[in-house]
């Protein structure tokens, strides 16, 4: 999961969650399981949905979207999914993979506009399978990563995505560090969680693809499947139904913080809800078709006979 900006425990209050179940299952013992758990959990709110047989069955909602408040969570309140979404930018990138645009060992320095290379290894490449198996040698500089979120202010990050990865990964930039922002090990070489590798993946949708992010995925994914209220950016969304973020104080309890953003959105910014999320869940169950249509082929490479 993204880390959270010091000092603060964000989502652990708000939680969304999908689960696969039997399509027998006596949805009133999970309504009531969830209930009781809640809030012994001291959860100020969350969503259930849950799938049977590649379909959904259920789904519930619980608590507040703001912590001492009567404002009821409903099934189309907001949840900001955190590292949750990194699998939704991954259809992004395999549908680019589907449309002949890219193939997954492609070096990414084909397809950008500025080069990005470890300066231990400069002469590796880094390619698209890398960046989505966190194997691509990049690292997260949390020095960086902590000082962007928008808080306490809130509201969607100032910095553009694009200028933001070349200021991170080109020397000179704001943000270069050939230190923190590199591995030693070679590129392909070792597992090392990145967070900025799916920001990076974010910036070569847009270049492939000639669209916005944004665009592009509500256009090729949500669309689709139907996910209408499914978000990358607080000025998208037209309504005010989204959970709040929490801070958790010692000894005080939870304090409520301002809807907030940061400029490495494609890796953890969608606002969605449990039902049009479940509709990811489907797509992978249901090896890549949704309602008999089959929407990318990664099945092809992850289904193999």
């Known amino acids: 999961m993204k880390k959270t900006p010091a000092p603060i425990v964000l989502i652990i209050f708000m939680l969304l969650c999908v689960f696969e179940v039997n399509a027998q299952t006596d949805h009133q013992k999970i309504v009531k399981y969830f209930s009781k758990h809640y809030e012994k959990a001291k959860i100020v709110g969350m969503q259930v949905a849950s799938i049977g047989n590649g379909e959904l069955v259920w789904h519930g909602s619980f608590g507040v979207k703001e912590y001492n408040t009567t404002d009821s969570i409903n099934d189309s309140t907001l949840f900001m999914m955190a590292s949750c979404t990194k699998p939704v930018t991954s259809l992004g990138i395999m549908k680019l993979y589907d449309q002949g645009k890219l193939d997954l060992d492609d070096d990414i320095n084909n397809y950008l506009p500025f080069r990005i290379s470890n300066p231990n290894y400069p002469q590796e490449k880094i390619t698209f399978r890398m960046l989505l198996a966190h194997t691509s040698s990049l690292r997260d500089n949390w020095v960086v990563y902590d000082s962007l979120y928008t808080l306490p202010e809130g509201g969607d990050s100032p910095l553009e995505l694009q200028q933001f990865i070349r200021d991170y990964f080109t020397e000179g930039g704001e943000f270069y560090s050939s230190t923190e922002n590199f591995a030693v090990e070679k590129p392909g070489r070792s597992y090392k969680y990145c967070n900025m590798g ?56 939870p304090r409520v913080l301002n809807h907030y953003g940061f400029p490495s959105f494609s890796d953890g910014q969608l606002r969605t809800t449990a039902t049009d999320y479940a509709q990811i869940l489907k797509l992978m169950i249901n090896r890549g078709k949704v309602n008999e249509t089959t929407l990318t082929l990664f099945s092809q490479l992850y289904y193999k006979p």
């Open 198 to 253: 799916y920001a990076l993946l974010g910036v070569l949708l847009e270049q492939i693809s000639g669209m916005s992010f944004s665009e592009y995925m509500h256009k090729e994914i949500f669309q689709p499947l139907q996910m209408n209220n499914s978000y990358w950016f607080l000025k998208e969304i037209p309504h005010k139904n989204i959970a709040h973020p929490h801070e958790v104080l010692p000894e005080i309890g």
